[in-house]
């Protein structure tokens, strides 16, 4: 059995959960809304670095469970 984690940005979930129905075996996932930052760059790029670490971005997170040969 293994785990897939994802984090994927909020507007794509529709066409990810279309695409992750397809797959055969898949008995179902996890979605939960989460904000955060990493390495992507803000709307804003005037921001100071102590600026940018305050501005949390929505995420979806994806919780797979799938078999070993998936």
Same mark, same amino acid.
């Given at each position: =059995?293994?785990?897939? @984690?994802?984090?994927?940005? +909020?507007?794509? @979930?529709?066409?990810?959960?279309?695409?992750?129905?397809?797959? &055969? #075996?898949?008995?179902? =996932?996890?979605?939960?809304?989460?904000? #955060?930052? #990493?390495? #992507?760059?803000?709307? *804003? &790029?005037?921001?100071?670095?102590? /600026? &940018?670490?305050? *501005?949390?971005? +929505?995420?979806?997170? @994806? /919780?797979?469970?799938?078999? *070993?040969? *998936?």
């Amino acid at each position: =059995m293994k785990k897939i @984690l994802a984090f994927i940005k +909020p507007h794509k @979930l529709s066409k990810v959960t279309l695409a992750l129905h397809r797959i &055969e #075996g898949l008995t179902g =996932m996890s979605v939960t809304d989460v904000r #955060g930052f #990493g390495r #992507g760059k803000t709307a *804003d &790029e005037h921001h100071s670095k102590a /600026e &940018e670490l305050a *501005d949390f971005l +929505p995420h979806a997170r @994806l /919780e797979i469970g799938c078999a *070993d040969r *998936d």
